[in-house]
């Protein structure tokens, strides 16, 4: 929730509708939104938006409850396989997060290219799930960085633009996946980068 600028009948309509934006040119895809609401029912809830202009926005989010999981310790992720989700919409991190969470890996997020550096340096992953149309570092930096450091690790491209996809030749890339995604297309594309770590 929030008091900003809030949304008219028609932008609150299309809010998520693929590729509508009200950003700038360069500032959003319009693809943060669909994305979370398709992730979010196909975990079997449901997101619903309310706003008016001048007096804000509140985003509902249902989900189903689940099982309590089993803990392990702070941190440890020991045998699960490690996902470093990098996209600058905090909405995309945060589904995907949890819908691969819900499946049982051990899933981080990071907002730009730099903050995953800096998260893989710490800890490696077997995957990660890479943005193509971030600001900042461009996504071959942290691929640059994987080869140099002669990581295992497998990439899986996401963008909202397929152009982007053109720019990663890196064999490290095991899939390009079109946003927005459902759940089922995300965990078929970690599962798949899964078999090409081994």
Not at 81 to 102: C, K, Q, W, Y
Request: charged share 25%; aromatic share 4%.
């Amino acid at each position: 929730e929030d008091n900003g600028v809030g949304m008219g009948e028609e932008t609150r309509h299309r809010a998520f509708d693929a590729f509508f934006t009200t950003k700038a040119r360069q500032q959003g895809t319009g693809l943060g939104l669909p994305m979370a609401a398709s992730v979010i029912r196909d975990l079997g809830g449901d997101i619903s938006v309310a706003s008016q202009p001048g007096l804000g926005t509140r985003f509902t989010i249902e989900l189903p409850l689940a099982r309590p999981a089993v803990s392990t310790g702070p941190g440890d992720s020991s045998g699960r396989t490690r996902v470093l989700v990098v996209d600058d919409e905090p909405i995309v991190g945060a589904v995907a997060e949890a819908a691969l969470n819900a499946r049982g890996y051990a899933t981080r997020t990071a907002r730009t290219v730099d903050e995953a550096l800096t998260r893989l340096s710490e800890e490696p992953v077997e995957i990660v799930i890479l943005d193509q149309n971030m600001p900042g570092s461009p996504p071959t930096t942290l691929i640059e960085w994987l080869d140099r450091a002669d990581a295992p690790t497998r990439v899986i491209a996401i963008s909202g633009l397929e152009s982007r996809f053109a720019q990663m030749t890196s064999d490290r890339v095991v899939r390009f996946l079109p946003k927005p995604f459902g759940t089922s297309d995300l965990a078929e594309a970690v599962r798949e980068a899964e078999l090409a770590a081994r």
